[in-house]
């Protein structure tokens, strides 16, 4: 009797702390802080004295970096029950932001897709279409209120809404090993590298074939990994066992090859992610040279930025890139674990 008698105070002295403690913090727990900060001196390329092209901004590994505000009530119920396990890159493979500030990031080491919200703080994670789980989740686009994420293994694109819920998948009796993807505003379509096939497969928006592209081309393609559609319709293939770029309109026609097999800039080992901002400026990760090399519209070299290494601007495997409307640049840093952000610097008079 006198146990029971005891259980019941501490119980009772156990929830009076935790409204002791809920009333010291007024609601309050850790405020909202900034989502990237400088550190001090800015880390740019090209470096001083010549004039800055990219800057760093900061890098994603996880749920933490979204530096979510956190209320008293969230705070306490964490320090009685724990927190549940938080979400953490392990092999980032590819990215897409949407217009609502959404990145979405594959990880293949995971087999899940890492949902971050960039203005809310929020993150989401999901692993499974239906009743299956991804096994190799590689490109990924967003397209209007859904995000389509293609798996190596599974060989088909799965489509869900934002949220995660899984919709439709397609591609099953088309793809072999499909990886990266892209989508065309213009076109409202589709394109699906298939590295087994060496094509680059099209679809509509519902998963309806609508044709291939690179079959054609002088070089044809060799082992191609990731795919860039521009504002004008203009596909961009990194075709890794050609060593270079394939441009092509969005009908397929041929433009232009960039780059070729060496070691001098300009030149390629491994070419893997590929995006282009909106001046026109090419950019595509080599995972041999860990870096990112820039080209101008006609295939011109520019600049690198990177090299091997763990800290700002260096890479291990980089893999997909990623630009947005703010020609901010999103680079899957696949074995340092995370993502890394750079901005490229508009110079007055370009």
Request: a positive charge; aromatic letters at 10%; hydrophobic letters at 40%.
């Amino acid at each position: 009797m006198k146990v029971n008698k005891l259980r019941r105070y501490v119980t009772a002295a156990s929830w009076l702390a935790a409204v002791l403690v809920l009333s010291l913090w007024g609601g309050c727990g850790r405020g909202r802080q900034e989502l990237f900060t400088d550190g001090g001196k800015p880390i740019v390329w090209p470096e001083p004295p010549e004039q800055a092209r990219i800057r760093y901004v900061g890098q994603m590994t996880g749920e933490e970096d979204l530096k979510r505000e956190v209320s008293g009530v969230e705070a306490l119920g964490r320090l009685i029950f724990g927190r549940k396990e938080v979400g953490v890159l392990r092999g980032p493979r590819a990215v897409a932001l949407d217009e609502n500030e959404r990145l979405f990031v594959t990880d293949g080491s995971a087999a899940v897709v890492h949902v971050m919200d960039l203005r809310t703080r929020e993150y989401v994670q999901f692993s499974r279409a239906g009743n299956q789980p991804l096994q190799s989740p590689v490109g990924v686009a967003a397209a209007g209120a859904s995000v389509y994420v293609s798996d190596s293994v599974l060989g088909r694109v799965f489509v869900f809404d934002k949220a995660g819920k899984y919709r439709f998948a397609f591609g099953e009796e088309i793809l072999q090993r499909p990886s990266g993807v892209a989508y065309c505003r213009k076109e409202q379509r589709l394109y699906v590298v298939d590295t087994k096939k060496n094509v680059v497969e099209m679809f509509d928006l519902r998963g309806g074939h609508a044709g291939s592209i690179g079959d054609k081309s002088p070089k044809g393609l060799r082992f191609p990994t990731f795919v860039w559609v521009d504002g004008q319709g203009r596909v961009y293939v990194s075709d890794t066992l050609n060593y270079c770029v394939q441009v092509f309109e969005a009908d397929g026609r041929f433009v232009r090859s960039i780059g070729e097999h060496g070691n001098r800039p300009g030149h390629f080992a491994h070419p893997c992610g590929i995006a282009v901002d909106s001046f026109g400026n090419i950019y595509v990760t080599d995972k041999q040279f860990e870096n990112v090399q820039i080209f101008n519209s006609e295939g011109q070299i520019l600049m690198a930025l990177g090299g091997e290494g763990h800290g700002p601007g260096e890479f291990w495997l980089p893999m997909g890139l990623f630009i947005d409307g703010r020609n901010r640049i999103f680079a899957a840093d696949s074995f340092n674990k995370r993502v890394q952000i750079f901005q490229f610097m508009e110079v007055q008079g370009q």
